[in-house]
């Protein structure tokens, strides 16, 4: 279990904002269907990114897939500040480039090297992380 640190924080705030807003584009509803018309967004363009958006959720609130998150999720915080600046959104690009930096400090969150064990019973260590001990 991660500890309660700023970056793991901000990576689960980040979660959270990805699980929503990966909810609310994979249901599509009628707003989320307007706005996407009005933009020029190819129709049935909010399913996949809803997809997309709940995967980068779930990476990031697991720490050992954590990395995996942040490339999921860097993209699609930047194609959402491109295209707010694009309409003329400016305080909206203003708090999802906030969000952008909740992700860079959630890099932080990652786990150093992962955790595994190799076990050679006939010599009687057991190897963790690149070190061995004795059992």
Excluded: K
Aim: glycine share 8%.
């Amino acid at each position: 279990m991660d500890e309660l640190t700023f970056s793991v924080m901000a990576a689960w705030m980040n979660a959270a904002t990805f699980a929503v807003a990966g909810l609310i584009n994979f249901t599509a509803v009628r707003s989320v269907r307007e706005v996407y018309g009005r933009w020029d967004v190819s129709p049935g363009f909010y399913r996949p990114l809803g997809l997309v958006e709940l995967a980068a959720a779930v990476c990031l609130a697991v720490p050992s897939l954590r990395f995996w998150g942040v490339l999921l999720a860097a993209p699609i915080f930047f194609g959402s500040v491109v295209m707010l600046l694009d309409h003329r959104h400016y305080v909206y690009a203003a708090s999802v480039v906030l969000m952008m930096s909740g992700l860079l400090a959630a890099l932080l969150a990652i786990p150093s090297a992962p955790e595994f064990a190799l076990v050679t019973p006939h010599h009687g260590l057991v190897q963790v992380a690149g070190g061995s001990s004795a059992y």
